[in-house]
């Protein structure tokens, strides 16, 4: 690889919070770059595994050795000085022609579906996408062509980044905390697209038509971005739709967990009133079983301002249970707990309160039966609930 491919040559970075999706990307792609790289988290996570032989501290507090720079994720800013995660990437986006994909739903899959397809097509991609692909290896990826970027608006860190195409997938209010109303995201959406040469916005385009190996109608909307975005990218606009039907998901989207004694289990990272009902929908459509939708809130402030939309998109369901908050985000506040989601979930759905993961996967156990689907949804893990059912069920030879 020439320097100009090896930007980081020389340096040594720590990257504190190493474990989350984002920061093993970035450490991944740094490492491609010619870092040095090593790390800490507090524990290990579902994206560790991507993270072969990179140094990881686990537990404790991060203690950068001596000549490393601490590159600082936002969980962890308040353990140790250092160089802000969105400033760090901005460093990246800016050392290559790059793709930024942002949007309050599918941006990872976006993403990903571009990267997969420039991959396809030859055009040899370095990626960063916030979540797993398992036909792309992983989260992060280290070509020499465009640099394809998952952005992400809730901290408005995406706005900081300099692209040559931006893919902006939708406008909606999802994160309250750092905006106070649907037009205060999109004046923010459009001052940074102002700078940004080239801009695809997916509400103006119509869902693909062509067949696709991801189900669902926002599928449909994220592969015409998506396409979109390769078309101005260079690529050839039916080997664009040929790489796009191939494209098999990415880990946590509709995530298909496994079956046991006629039970199917599904995980899906879906979190906000669309994304569940997206979901759902989904789920619904290609199954005539029992509907079990097990939701895990993550955020306060999304759960206070909506919870009576949480609750009836998990009215889709025939079986709602919802769990307390489990690794929160942000402060909590009075009064405000996943029963609130639980009790706008409307009839005929019956409502089940777990307060813990583990509460999920013993209720759910007691009051599954053959023939039902189990979708587990949210941020963090709800996917132990999925595994932990998958695990204790009777095996009655199907699956």
Request: charged content about 25%.
């Amino acid at each position: 690889m020439t320097n100009d491919l090896k930007p980081l040559a020389g340096r040594r970075l720590y990257f504190v919070g190493i474990g989350g999706s984002g920061m093993s990307a970035y450490a991944n792609i740094a490492r491609a770059w010619g870092a040095d790289v090593r790390g800490w988290d507090a524990r290990e996570t579902i994206f560790s595994r991507t993270l072969d032989g990179v140094d990881v501290d686990l537990g404790g507090e991060p203690a950068p050795p001596e000549g490393y720079e601490a590159i600082v994720s936002t969980a962890h800013r308040a353990r140790i000085e250092g160089t802000p995660r969105a400033d760090f990437l901005a460093e990246l986006v800016g050392a290559r022609p790059s793709i930024v994909v942002t949007g309050a739903h599918g941006k990872t899959t976006t993403t990903a579906m571009i990267a997969f397809a420039l991959r396809e097509t030859g055009n040899d991609p370095a990626w960063i996408v916030g979540g797993v692909v398992p036909q792309l290896g992983g989260n992060a990826g280290t070509g020499a062509g465009w640099l394809v970027v998952e952005g992400d608006e809730s901290d408005r860190s995406a706005f900081e980044l300099r692209p040559r195409l931006a893919v902006v997938t939708n406008v909606e209010l999802d994160h309250h905390a750092a905006y106070g109303s649907t037009a205060e995201l999109q004046a923010a959406i459009d001052a940074w697209l102002a700078d940004v040469p080239d801009v695809v916005r997916g509400w103006e385009l119509d869902p693909v038509g062509f067949p696709l190996a991801v189900p669902g109608e926002h599928n449909r909307r994220n592969a015409a971005a998506a396409r979109e975005a390769l078309v101005r990218a260079g690529v050839d606009s039916a080997a664009a739709e040929q790489a796009l039907a191939r494209f098999a998901g990415a880990e946590r989207r509709l995530e298909r967990v496994g079956e046991r004694g006629g039970v199917r289990l599904i995980d899906d990272y879906g979190h906000n009133p669309t994304e569940l009902r997206a979901a759902l929908e989904t789920v619904r459509a290609e199954s005539d079983g029992r509907l079990v939708a097990i939701y895990v809130p993550h955020v306060v402030e999304r759960t206070r301002h909506l919870h009576t939309e949480l609750g009836e998109a998990l009215g889709l369901a025939d079986v709602a249970m919802v769990t307390d908050f489990v690794g929160q985000r942000d402060a909590p506040r009075e009064g405000v707990t996943g029963r609130l989601v639980l009790d706008d979930v409307p009839d005929p759905t019956r409502r089940v309160w777990a307060p813990s993961l583990d509460d999920a996967s013993a209720l759910a156990l007691a009051l599954v039966r053959p023939g039902d689907v189990v979708v587990t949804l949210g941020v963090g893990e709800p996917w132990r609930i999925a595994r932990a059912i998958l695990d204790a069920l009777p095996d009655r030879g199907e699956g």
